[in-house]
């Protein structure tokens, strides 16, 4: 089994065993694939334009893995090409929340009422921007800025309350490349 991923024109790629390198307009993404169970297994090459990932195993979990790696050599394409952006938006009717984005962290002060500070690291080189009532995270690589995503949703979860009385929070809006495509 195999896959064929087409490398686009701006997009350049170097392969190193099981490493590979993507470089284009926004910058750059490494990523290693090498994993012991499948050492042996799986392939990747660079064909001209194309890279293949390709097994001879006859294993589901080998040619499953062969799926993975192309998802993950797509996204980084798309990502060195256009990045990403998710939005989320701040919403309380009880306490303003307010959000301050410094120094690797986002800070959010005021939720509920608490007195405290609730802080979420932001992953890799992800940007955090906050306008109004609106966070944006950007970042050209998806892992890193979902991730950042789901830290600061998670970060402002309602606990022991009413749902349906405190719908208090920081919640996805918006999953859109860059460009401002959807994504």
């Known amino acids: 089994m ?4 087409v490398i686009p024109d701006n997009v350049e ?8 390198a993507v470089k284009g307009p926004k910058g750059e ?16 090459l660079q064909n001209e334009r194309k890279i ?10 080998a040619q499953a893995m062969v799926g993975t790696i192309a998802a993950h050599l797509k996204n980084m ?6 990045g990403y952006s998710y939005e989320l938006k701040i919403v309380y009717s009880h306490f303003p929340i307010t959000v301050a984005a410094k120094d690797g962290v986002v800070e959010v002060k005021n939720f509920l009422g608490e007195k405290g500070v609730r802080k979420v690291d932001i992953f890799g080189t992800c ?3 906050i306008e109004k009532d609106i966070i944006k995270v950007t970042g050209i690589n998806v892992e890193d800025v979902g991730q950042t995503a789901a830290n600061i949703e998670r970060a402002c979860r309602v606990r022991r309350r009413d749902r349906r009385i405190f719908q208090d929070g920081i919640f996805l809006s918006a ?6 495509r959807e994504i």
Do not use: C, M
């Open 52 to 61: 293949i990932v390709k097994t001879y195993s006859e294993k589901r979990k």
């Open 175 to 180: 999953r859109k490349l860059q460009s401002g």
């Open 29 to 44: 993404i490494a990523k290693d694939f090498n994993d012991p169970r499948f050492n042996e297994e799986i392939e990747i």
């Open 2 to 5: 195999q896959k064929e991923i």
């Open 13 to 20: 790629t170097k392969i190193e065993g099981k490493s590979v």
């Open 127 to 129: 940007g955090v921007h």
């Open 77 to 82: 394409f798309v990502g060195v090409s256009d």
